[in-house]
């Protein structure tokens, strides 16, 4: 008989999410946290679209911001805005919203362990090994992060790129804290920069793309000193993290283990972020286990790998086109395709169709609009139209 019927590796919003939804189907489950403390350090923007209300409990106390557009800007400072007549995103305070999740699931009859690092997994048997003990379960599921141990064991190392934030001091009405702020270069591409305000006198700031960490805080601090508002900034606090690449071919069911949240690299291709993707699969996940689990047949668990695909397929697709077309372009390209969408009308489009985690909405009506085709003398030239 098996110690737990779930054990989870990884304390993270994702992984207590699903030991939350597991809990309540009356399994008993365990969560082992390498760290000692839940959700510190800080490894994340913080800033989740409005779906994020439809997908998981969030409670006022844990947003920081309610943000009600975006700024886009080119190279050359060409910029193209969007806004919402309700909230479009909020920025939260991620390390509380962290912990009040695994709250709820141990509420609900989860146990979780802290300053507990696998040291040895056996997916065939559903075996976790710590420093000093070995745990049985009947399914392992890995919520563990870019360097999912679990994830190893059947998929090799995850791909990633790393990420630099500082959280800011500006000074008072410093930002228009309705807005986000992106900025794109070719430098970074297909990563990016962003502003995003947390009060109208701090802000985090931030950027990922393909450089060690030494040089992102380079290029994150020539780019402070670049912008107007942010100078003079004091900095208060420095954060950096890595963020996985999605991975179509990732297989995130194997015998008794399942991956989900950044373990599984469950991120958008264009900006990185994947907690709403990771709580709707940890969901999709927590039923296919249940099941699995009930009829004592575990086979049933790859139905979370076709369930997952089927819904994400098309949509993660869409975003790997965009990601690749933004990174074939050099500045002058950005400057004058940025410049044409604006004199076009893409923010109104935006505007009505945008949704930060549903990107290929307003692509469609992009290209059914026309604008795309206004852009395209450069993009055919360059043999990447494939959207």
């Known amino acids: 008989m098996k110690d737990y019927d779930v054990a989870v590796v990884g304390a993270g919003p994702v992984g207590t999410t699903f030991a939350r939804y597991v809990a309540e189907k009356g399994l008993k489950i365990a969560i082992f946290e390498k760290k000692k403390d839940i959700g510190i350090p800080l490894q994340c923007a ?31 400072k060409t910029m ?20 009040f999740l695994a709250k ?37 599921v890995g919520a563990d992060g870019y360097s999912s141990v679990v994830s190893k064991e059947f998929n090799g190392d995850l791909k990633t790129v790393q990420a630099a934030q500082y959280l800011v001091d500006a000074g008072k009405n410093s930002f228009d804290d309705d807005y986000f702020q992106v900025n794109v270069n070719s430098e970074i591409s297909p990563g990016f920069l962003w502003t995003i305000p947390i009060s109208r006198s701090t802000a985090r700031v931030g950027l990922f793309a393909d450089y060690d960490y030494k040089t992102l805080n380079m290029i994150l601090n020539k780019f402070m000193a670049s912008d107007t508002k942010l100078k003079k900034a004091r900095i208060i606090k420095k954060y950096h993290g890595q963020i996985p690449i999605y991975d179509p071919e990732k297989e995130v069911v194997k015998n ?24 709707i699969c ?28 089927k819904r994400y397929k098309n949509e993660l697709k869409m ?19 940025i410049l044409k969408l604006k004199e076009k009308g893409i923010g109104q489009i935006v505007s009505e169709y945008g949704d930060l985690d549903s990107q290929s909405v307003v692509m469609k009506e992009i290209i059914k609009s026309g604008l795309l085709l206004s852009v395209l003398p450069k993009l055919l030239s360059r043999k990447i139209f494939g959207i």
Not at 61 to 72: S, T
Not at 292 to 308: D, E, F, P, V
Not at 319 to 337: A, F, G, N, P, W
């Open 46 to 76: 913080g800033l989740l679209g409005n779906k994020i209300k439809d997908v998981n409990i969030l409670p006022t106390e844990y947003i920081l911001n309610k943000i009600y557009g975006a700024c886009l800007f080119s190279p050359s």
């Open 80 to 99: 193209i805005s969007m806004r919402k007549k309700e909230p479009l995103a909020y920025v939260l305070d991620r390390i509380n919203y962290d912990k």
């Open 104 to 140: 709820l699931a141990v509420e609900k009859g989860a146990k979780i362990f802290l300053n507990h690092r696998v040291h040895g997994i056996d997916i065939k048997k559903g075996e976790l090994r710590f420093k000093d003990k070995k745990i049985s379960a009947e399914v392992i």
């Open 256 to 279: 008794r283990a399942v991956l989900i949240g950044d373990a599984a690299s469950q991120v958008k291709p264009t900006t990185g972020g994947g907690l709403i993707i990771g709580f």
């Open 282 to 309: 940890a969901k999709l996940a927590a039923e296919v286990v249940h099941e699995a689990i009930s009829s004592r047949n575990l086979s049933i668990l790859k139905n979370y790998q076709k369930q997952y695909r």
């Open 319 to 337: 975003q790997i086109k965009v990601q690749k077309t933004y990174e074939s372009l050099d500045d002058d390209d950005l400057d004058s395709v």
